[in-house]
């Protein structure tokens, strides 16, 4: 049936839709923009040509993605946050005819500006409507399409059924448009259900993010793993009120339980940790409100099925590993079952992430998951951030290694390793604990959040390690 999904998204309302620094945009606001943006769009372009948006957040960007949607442009959504060796790659692989950035952005002769509402061009559910990058967690990126249904898909699904998201909700999200989590957050989402949404132009930082909450008190606040634990820290030294928050999300990559539990003892609200994929574009698996737990990804959300497959591709029993497939109806690879490179345990209606398959550790001949490792060395109190990866001792024998942020770098000392490791070889099975710990400042992280494990097995490429002694 024909369909564009710019109906269910762009609407005259005198209700605020954009909290924009200073400025509160109103949804007719949008709805004049877009079409100067669309209409701008029509006649500098052809209906199917391609366009990169390479903009930061901004009322600017929303109006030229929804103006390509009115007008049947296909945009392709780039991070702001890539080398520009990554961009000459991308730009290679994904010919676009023009490229809208900070620098360049469409420029309107005041006197001759066209706000005429024509109707959007035809297109079916079905039809092309965008494409998306993967985050690059593997060190390769690539464009995923999505199609005109598949915003409204991810809208019902998850925001109006999973977290009740609806008109006198204001978001924010730590995630930036062009990633798909905070492309639901900061626009679909509230868009579709007639809620506003704050925008934040700077790349999102632990002082930049809690500014903005103290500042504009929003009800739903989508965080990701490595800003919360940011937040919990300066929380902890310097206690806020955030009792305005309805509730918090998480996704991105897995919530330590730490920080779930330590988040709910200084603001008494949980956050709502989830899984999906820029594939699925937002969140197929999550914790509800009335239902959480601690280092759980939750439950399917409506619309999608999951399996937990063995190498064989039989569905294993409930408590054993296995590879995660999901099926549902924004997948980018249509009625087929796609594997998410996630390895799950399934609990009965419950979901728990283990790793990525190609992330697990094979440990005394057992697969380990890095996250379940990770987890226990923060619950030291000195460790902010973990990562786990295979190291080699002098004789190149495989054992485990923590690359391991602190605190405090001047609790960096022999005597933190050992009480690591310790703590590791009280709460894990045995061997499932790394026998060398390197203290770094930062973790290689995606535009997007995610832990840079392929980045990790490079830097212990070029080291070989010294055993702990306890």
């Known amino acids: ?28 606001d949008v709805y004049h923009n877009v079409n100067r943006y669309r209409n701008k769009l029509a006649d500098l372009y052809q209906i199917g040509e ?8 901004s009322p600017e960007w929303i109006y030229l993605f929804w103006g390509c949607v009115k007008a049947g442009i296909i945009p392709y959504l780039y991070s702001t946050m890539l080398k520009d060796e990554e961009y000459e790659d991308l730009f290679k ?28 061009v035809d297109t079916l559910e079905d039809s092309l409507c965008f494409f998306m990058f993967s985050s690059g967690t593997t060190g390769y990126i690539k464009a995923i399409p999505h199609q005109h249904k598949d915003m409204a898909f991810t809208a019902i699904n998850y925001a109006k059924k999973t977290i009740l998201l609806n008109a006198y909700d204001v978001t924010f ?8 989590y905070g492309f639901g957050n900061s626009m679909t989402f509230p868009f579709f259900v007639g809620a506003a949404t704050v925008l934040m132009k700077e790349p999102s930082s632990v002082k930049g993010v809690n ?19 940011g937040q919990v820290r300066s929380l902890q030294t310097n206690p806020k009120d955030l009792s305005f928050l309805r509730i918090s999300c998480s996704a991105g990559e897995a919530l330590p339980g730490k920080i779930l539990n330590e988040w709910i003892e200084l603001t008494d609200s949980p956050i709502l940790d989830g899984i999906g994929s820029t594939e699925a574009l937002h969140i197929f698996i999550s914790n509800r409100h009335e239902s959480f737990e601690p280092n759980c990804s939750g439950r399917l959300v409506p619309g999608y099925q999951a399996k937990v497959l063995d190498i064989k591709k039989q569905e294993v029993p409930d408590g054993e590993i296995g590879d995660l497939y999901i099926k549902g109806g924004s997948l980018s690879t249509g009625d087929d079952w796609m594997e998410t490179g996630d390895m799950y345990i399934k609990k009965g209606s419950r979901f728990y992430y283990q790793g990525r398959n190609n992330d697990m550790l094979k440990v005394g001949g057992v697969w380990v998951s890095p996250n379940s490792i990770e987890e226990a060395i923060l619950n030291h109190p000195d ?3 973990a990562g786990v990866v295979y190291g080699y001792s002098n004789y190149d024998l495989t054992k485990l ?9 001047s609790k960096q000392t022999t005597q933190t390793k050992v009480a690591i490791k310790r703590l590791c070889m009280k709460t894990l099975p045995l061997n499932n604990y790394p026998s060398y710990i390197e203290f770094v ?12 494990r392929h980045v990790l097995r490079q830097w212990e490429a070029f080291t070989h390690d010294q055993d702990i002694d306890l």
Do not use: C
């Open 211 to 229: 500014d903005y909450l103290l500042k504009y008190k929003p009800t739903v606040y989508f965080g990701v793993p490595s800003i919360l634990a």
């Open 93 to 120: 692989r994904y010919p676009v005819v023009d490229v809208f950035d900070d620098d360049n952005i469409i420029s309107f002769d005041k006197s001759a500006i066209d706000e005429t509402d024509h109707p959007p």
């Open 1 to 28: 049936m024909n369909y564009n999904a710019v109906i269910d998204f762009i609407r005259l309302s005198p209700h605020t839709a954009i909290y924009w620094e200073d400025q509160e945009i109103t949804y007719e």
């Open 383 to 385: 460790v902010s951030e």
């Open 50 to 57: 391609h366009i990169a948006i390479k903009m930061s957040d």
């Open 401 to 409: 290694k923590a690359y391991v942020v602190l605190n405090n770098k």
């Open 441 to 452: 400042d930062v973790l290689p992280r995606t535009a997007t959040g995610k832990l840079r």
């Open 173 to 180: 999200s730590a995630a930036k448009l062009f990633f798909a």
